[in-house]
Structures are given as structure tokens and as C-alpha cells.
């Protein structure tokens, strides 16, 4: 039993402890207001597919959140290990930089690592993958995209496209301006999504990289997925769930669901990446 006489020196010390944890809290929510968490949701589906060849990744630094999204390409093998060992390449690259200075120059670095990997794990084989990739630094989004995945901001209810895909149609059109093709020409070309550049084969040219960060507003939204998604829904389909003021995990489960829920004969499997803070 406390001897009466310790009570006040008891108090005093309760009211110490109450004082000192309500500063921390204090400090900890100004933290968080000046550097808000970065909110990820992720969504993924096999679609009709007889393996998932989308892999994904996400990582925090003292330099940022980077969000990766890999699509294997499902018509030639081994989809799955290219998109893996992309997304790992990338972010085991991304923990081991230094200084976010080098932030463009870590994006080249990575993609010709993860192509040189790949096409040692292929051993000859046929394989590869698409891949993009996001960091955002306080109020700026750095990026790079190889392939036909897609990197868009959802602002104010409309999408900022961020990256151009490399696939044939963009040659078609160059055709088309130049004179050599009529515009159906270059629209009905049964080769127009072929893609020509991508992780997994010898032929690879470079990744696209953004010459400056995108500067990110309030409220913006960035989307990472493959065509799994954007070839299946529309982008009024996708403004009407990312509109809501709902979190990011569960605009992409939405979104996912909305996929599933077109049941397409040939679906391809299907992944998407948000990320949102209160910038």
C-alpha cells in the first residue's frame, strides 16, 4: 500500500507522463500533416487466364514511395519470371539509392539490369514484359514506362496520360502523318498493338523516362495498370469509381470488381496500382 504522503508526488507524476505523451502526439500528427503517408491500394485479378503474369511492388525510403507494375507478356513463356524479376530488380535498385538526385538515372540503371537479368533466366527462351514504374518525392511524381502498361493522374475528374505506349500503332501513326498510309490504313492494322519495346529481349532500346517530375496537385490520384484494365473498361467507367471520395484500397478493389464483372470471354489478367496523399 502507497503511504498517503506519496500521493501528491504520484499525481504530479501521472500529470508529467499525460503532458509529455500529448506533446509527442502533438509532434507526430504536425509530422504527419507536413509529410502525409502515402495511401496504396492494389487490385489484381487472373481474369480468364491460365496464370498470372502481372506482378507488382511497392517500397518506402527515406527517398520516396515507389510503386512498380510488371505485365508478362502471356504469348510468350515464362511471362510470369520476367514480370517478377523486373518489379524486384526495380525495387531492390530503388533501396540501394543514395541520393534522389540520381532518381532518372536510377530508372535507366534499373531496366537494363532487369533486362539483362531476364534474358539470362530465359536461357534462349522466349519471354518478356512490360513494366512502369512511379516515385513520388514530396509534391512530384518521377516515372518510367517500357512497354504498353499505362501511367495516368486522375485529377479533377479527368486522366493526365504520363507515359506513351511503345507498341506499333505509334509507328502507324508517324505512317500515317508522313503520307505513306490513309488513316483507315493505319486504324484497321491488325498488327497495331504489337508492342516494339519492352524488358526480356535483345532488341530492347531504353525505358521512357520523364525529363521532369510531373508536379502532383491535391487530391490527384496516380494510376498504375496494365491493359488488363484499360482494355476493358471505359474511362468513364473508371472516373465514375475513382470520383468517389473513398480510399484508395477500395477503388481498387471497385475497380477490379468492375473488371470481373464484364466477364469477357478472353479477359486478360488485369492489375491496378493507386496512390494518394493529402498533397
Known amino acids: 500500500m502507497f503511504q498517503q504522503g506519496a500521493i501528491p508526488y504520484l499525481v504530479v507524476l501521472g500529470v508529467i507522463i499525460a503532458i509529455t505523451l500529448l506533446f509527442r502526439l502533438r509532434a507526430a500528427l504536425i509530422r504527419e500533416e507536413m509529410n502525409p503517408v502515402i495511401q496504396i491500394g492494389n487490385g489484381q485479378t487472373i481474369g480468364r487466364r491460365e496464370e498470372q503474369d502481372d506482378y507488382f511492388s511497392t517500397a518506402t525510403s527515406s527517398h520516396g514511395t515507389i510503386a512498380v507494375l510488371a505485365d508478362g507478356i502471356s504469348g510468350l513463356a515464362n511471362g510470369r519470371l520476367a514480370s517478377t524479376l523486373a518489379v524486384t530488380t526495380f525495387i531492390r535498385?530503388?533501396?540501394?539509392?543514395?541520393?534522389?538526385?540520381?532518381?532518372?538515372?536510377?530508372?535507366?540503371?534499373?531496366?537494363?539490369?532487369?533486362?539483362?537479368?531476364?534474358?539470362?533466366?530465359?536461357?534462349?527462351?522466349?519471354?518478356g514484359t512490360t513494366l512502369v514504374a512511379g516515385v513520388?518525392?514530396?509534391?512530384?511524381?518521377?516515372?518510367?514506362?517500357?512497354?504498353?502498361?499505362?501511367?495516368?493522374?486522375?485529377?479533377?475528374?479527368?486522366?493526365?496520360?504520363?507515359?506513351?505506349?511503345?507498341?506499333?500503332?505509334?509507328?502507324?501513326?508517324?505512317?500515317?502523318?508522313?503520307?505513306?498510309?490513309?488513316?483507315?490504313?493505319?486504324?484497321?492494322?491488325?498488327?497495331?498493338?504489337?508492342?516494339?519495346n519492352y524488358l526480356?529481349?535483345?532488341?530492347?532500346?531504353?525505358?521512357?523516362?520523364?525529363?521532369?517530375?510531373?508536379?502532383?496537385?491535391?487530391?490527384?490520384k496516380v494510376i498504375l495498370c496494365s491493359d488488363g484494365v484499360y482494355d476493358t473498361l471505359?474511362?468513364?467507367?473508371?472516373?465514375?469509381?475513382?470520383?468517389?471520395?473513398?480510399?484508395?484500397?477500395?477503388?481498387?478493389?471497385?475497380?477490379?470488381?468492375?473488371?470481373?464483372?464484364?466477364?469477357?470471354?478472353?479477359?486478360?489478367?488485369?492489375?491496378?496500382?493507386?496512390l494518394e496523399k493529402g498533397w
Open 93 to 127: 535498385e530503388f533501396t540501394k539509392l543514395d541520393n534522389p538526385k540520381h532518381i532518372s538515372l536510377f530508372f535507366s540503371r534499373a531496366a537494363f539490369l532487369a533486362n539483362s537479368e531476364i534474358l539470362q533466366a530465359l536461357r534462349g527462351s522466349r519471354g
Open 136 to 196: 513520388i518525392v514530396e509534391d512530384k511524381l518521377y516515372w518510367g514506362a517500357v512497354g504498353d502498361s499505362i501511367i495516368t493522374v486522375f485529377r479533377n475528374g479527368e486522366f493526365i496520360p504520363i507515359n506513351q505506349k511503345d507498341i506499333y500503332e505509334s509507328v502507324l501513326e508517324a505512317r500515317f502523318l508522313s503520307g505513306e498510309i490513309t488513316k483507315d490504313e493505319a486504324l484497321e492494322h491488325p498488327q497495331k498493338k504489337q508492342l516494339i
Open 200 to 220: 526480356g529481349y535483345d532488341n530492347f532500346q531504353n525505358i521512357e523516362i520523364g525529363r521532369e517530375p510531373f508536379p502532383l496537385e491535391k487530391g490527384d
Open 234 to 274: 471505359t474511362e468513364m467507367e473508371l472516373e465514375q469509381i475513382l470520383f468517389q471520395n473513398i480510399a484508395a484500397h477500395d477503388a481498387a478493389d471497385q475497380i477490379i470488381e468492375a473488371v470481373e464483372s464484364k466477364q469477357k470471354a478472353n479477359q486478360d489478367n488485369a492489375t491496378i496500382l493507386i
